[in-house]
């Protein structure tokens, strides 16, 4: 890993991110979002939304990290669903389960079309983080809970709950990488994350100059998750080793602690290449080898047409539907002269002698 080529001096660091989802990106702008997908017909679709202005107590440190955790898991969930819907509705009707078809519909006939979509999608985030607390917060406490037949030194303790927390997430990570969707979602991760790299190191917005960055970048939410891991590990330490139930409160009660030094910790290393900084990202970079991979140029531009359609002026309004590679929507009129320049150019390739110019 040459770290001279993650944390660039010549580099400009911005609050840009991204997430990839199903075949393609969501790119955070100032005061948008802009989500691009790679349809299977190769064609571009995008769909742009404003972005909720912060209030003041939540852009103060600590908070502010809490705050950007479930924006995030909120915004990502609410993507992914979206992501989902537009490649259904490219491909059809997909046969669903009777029980969810039927509790889709009550929900609709409830709630309304829109009403059952959101409940759908806080279910969602839901479940992903009583999973994730539960099986990587919770859990490792509970197993090392019989380690004090062996031991009763709490800093043992503690440190075996440590490193088992990590190595179940590192496994998780790595198991989910070898199936092949999977794999696409990381492979679009590391088009955003040379795509940003790019523009913070003021190159224009070109898949060749995309192409030479690494996949790997210090602000990443992978290495924020690796600083949660961590943190949560040290902060632990100094509460020794209490009853069962004592240490799943405690666990659950220091998690807005560690989101937000966690967050706070991922900006210093965003906007700093000193020495400290650099070992302290290590693990989060480490583990964005498996979070990332290298992306097609196909995926590139994806990333780039959504970096250039949320670097935009304030007051552009949102949009969505079919675009080009500028972040563009596409007109009916110009898909029939697109359509038209296709028909043309596969006669002409199919008879001999037949140029565009004879006809």
């Not at 939540?58 to 537009?86: E, N």
Request: charged residues 20%.
């Amino acid at each position: 890993m040459d770290l001279k080529r993650i944390f660039m001096k010549d580099a400009c660091p911005t609050k840009i991110g991204g997430q990839a989802i199903l075949e393609g990106i969501m790119m955070r702008g100032p005061d948008r979002t802009a989500t691009v997908i790679r349809m299977p017909d190769k064609s571009l679709y995008i769909s742009t939304e404003k972005l909720k202005q912060p209030s003041k107590w939540s852009k103060m440190p600590l908070i502010r990290g809490i705050v950007a955790f479930v924006a995030s898991l909120v915004i990502g969930t609410r993507t992914l669903m979206k992501s989902a819907d537009i490649l259904e509705s490219f491909e059809g009707e997909q046969a669903v389960e009777e029980e969810e078809d039927k509790l889709q519909k009550w929900l609709e006939g409830k709630f309304g079309k829109e009403g059952a979509w959101n409940i759908m999608m806080y279910a969602s985030v839901v479940i992903a983080l009583v999973f994730t607390i539960g099986v990587f917060i919770l859990l490792p406490t509970v197993v090392v809970n019989w380690c004090k037949y062996f031991t009763h030194n709490a800093n043992v303790l503690n440190l075996i709950e440590g490193v088992l927390r990590i190595a179940m997430f590192i496994l998780y990570v790595a198991l989910i990488r070898k199936m092949p969707d999977i794999r696409r979602v990381f492979e679009f991760h590391g088009a955003e994350h040379k795509c940003i790299h790019c523009y913070e190191n003021g190159l224009p917005l070109e898949v060749e100059n995309c192409r030479q960055f690494y996949t790997l970048h210090p602000r990443c939410g992978t290495s924020f998750l690796m600083f949660v891991l961590v943190i949560s590990f040290i902060l632990h330490a100094f509460l020794g080793w209490p009853s069962l139930a004592l240490r799943l409160i405690s666990r659950l009660l220091l998690l807005p602690l560690v989101a937000g030094v966690s967050y706070e910790l991922l900006r210093w290393a965003g906007r700093s290449d000193n020495a400290l900084v650099k070992v302290l990202s290590l693990p989060g970079l480490y583990l964005q080898k498996l979070t990332t991979c290298e992306p097609d140029d196909e995926q590139l531009q994806v990333a780039i047409t959504g970096m250039k359609a949320v670097l935009v002026p304030a007051d552009t309004p949102t949009y969505e539907g079919p675009c080009d590679t500028e972040g563009r929507l596409i007109t009916k009129e110009q898909e029939l002269n697109d359509g038209t320049r296709e028909i043309t150019a596969e006669i002409t390739a199919e008879v001999p002698g037949l140029s565009a110019k004879n006809e």
